[in-house]
């Protein structure tokens, strides 16, 4: 690897966020041209030695490093303060794959405690609550689709999310799987 890509790919690692084409040509001196090209190189070389991370091209001439989605299950409770509860993370993706959503329908649905998991959302600011009568609409925020790794459109969101999720539950379950040695 040649300097700049290590500085793009510190730069990446240190942010904890996706930084845009312009914040990256910056550090490094180059035109955004430039630095896409370096970039593509750096996620190739990621996917090709099989990481456990991932540097990700988002909308709007955004990237991010983070780790695999389909190695949350297995790492998360390490992530410092806990990110998400398992319960909390299936309201997430309820009103990820439902939004637009009522709060009063997804807690029929849900359930009370979906009051909490919500609130832990808003403040996580994967969600938006915003008042709609005597209810709330929930939608994901972009947070959200940048920090799974997602389209931030909607229907493309929906269609990302319920692909990984196939995924995600085939790796559980062949972790699961009792080994016949």
């Known amino acids: 690897m040649d300097d700049d890509m290590i500085t793009l790919e510190a730069a990446l690692y240190v942010s904890g966020r996706a930084l845009t084409l312009e914040e990256l040509a910056d550090i490094i001196g180059k035109s955004q041209s430039t630095v896409q090209k370096i970039l593509d190189e750096l996620s190739f070389e990621y ?9 990700v091209a988002l909308p709007k001439d955004r990237y991010v490093m983070q780790l695999k989605p389909e190695l949350t299950p297995r790492v998360g409770k390490l992530i410092p303060g806990g990110l998400l509860s398992f319960a909390t993370l299936q309201t997430l993706v309820f009103v990820a794959l439902k939004q637009p959503i009522l709060q009063s329908e997804l807690v ?22 915003v008042p709609e009568g005597r209810s709330k609409l929930l ?10 790794g997602l389209d931030s459109d909607r229907v493309k969101l929906k269609a990302q999310l319920k692909f990984k999720m196939k995924k995600i539950l085939e790796d559980q379950s062949e972790i699961k799987e009792p080994s016949t040695h």
């Open 47 to 55: 996917s090709k030695r099989e990481s456990a991370l991932e540097v």
């Open 108 to 129: 029929s649905l849900r359930g009370t405690h979906s009051y909490d998991h919500i609130k832990d959302l808003v403040d996580k600011k994967f969600i938006d609550a």
């Open 139 to 148: 939608t994901t925020t972009q947070l959200f689709a940048d920090y799974f």
